[in-house]
């Protein structure tokens, strides 16, 4: 099932200490959301790494379900690293075709960024999960959470990969992201849950105080400390 998670209104406006404390905001939101759609089995909750790792523990504590890395890496535009001209994710390129035109950016260049960060998923992949196979989504509730979201490459990305890996139901949960953005997503999703939205969207960093980049060790420890009391299957 997809395009069943439109936006219906913006979120109010909030900042957030910092990533634990906007993961446990949008922890009481993802849980509200699967207490009233009467979802039996306990989700599968996948951090996009780095910065929504974080954010995913602290959600993945109050659901008492597991957690797991996803990983997803944006094609940044050469000149403006910030500005997404598609993502990587699950062996999958997404390519914003309306960027990439319109900034000129040539074939050769965007190979060269796909190569590049290829490279680095595959680092990262090295680093976080070692020898172990990325998580089994078959038939699974997936639950996508990221530090926020700016044009949603990545996310898109990210419910696509998980969609061809099986995942029987798909919801992307941020703290902070563009209504634009947000709406663009719950074509694809099944449900999209946005803490705030601001009218005026500049970066997913202005709706933190404490916005540092997280590294590998974080990543690592966080991925490290349980979030069960048990097996959830």
């Known amino acids: ?3 069943s998670g439109a936006i219906p209104r913006r979120p109010a406006h909030r900042t957030f200490r ?3 404390d906007a993961g446990r905001v949008l922890a009481g939101l993802v849980a509200d959301h699967l207490a009233g759609s009467g979802t039996p089995e306990p989700p599968l909750v996948l951090g ?5 790792v974080p954010v995913a523990w602290e959600v993945a504590v ?7 890395v996803f990983l997803v890496r ?4 050469p000149s403006q690293p910030e500005l997404a001209m598609g993502a990587l994710a699950g062996g999958q390129v997404l390519r914003n075709e309306r960027v990439i035109a319109r900034l000129g950016i040539g ?3 965007v190979q060269s960024v796909i190569e590049s960060e290829t490279t680095e998923l595959r680092r990262r ?5 070692g020898n172990r196979p990325a998580a089994d989504l078959y038939g699974r509730l997936a639950i996508l959470i990221d530090d926020g979201i700016a044009t949603g490459a990545s996310a898109l990305a990210a419910v696509r990969a998980a969609r061809n890996a099986g995942a029987r139901s798909v919801i992307v949960a941020a703290p902070v992201g563009p209504l634009s953005a947000c709406r663009t997503i719950a074509r694809e999703a099944d449900k999209v849950i946005c803490a705030t939205a601001p009218a005026r969207f500049d970066a997913v960093g202005q ?20 979030t069960t009391d048990g097996p959830t299957g």
Do not use: C, I, N, S
Request: glycine share 10%; hydrophobic share 35%.
């Open 1 to 3: 099932m997809t395009g």
């Open 62 to 68: 109050v659901l008492h379900a597991p957690l797991e």
């Open 107 to 109: 074939e050769q260049v």
């Open 18 to 20: 910092d990533r634990r």
């Open 48 to 52: 996009l790494a780095r910065g929504g």
């Open 207 to 226: 709706a933190y105080r404490d916005f540092h980049q997280v590294g590998d060790d974080e990543v690592r420890t966080l991925l490290a400390t349980p």
């Open 74 to 77: 944006k094609l940044g535009v």
């Open 125 to 129: 992949e090295k680093a976080y999960r």
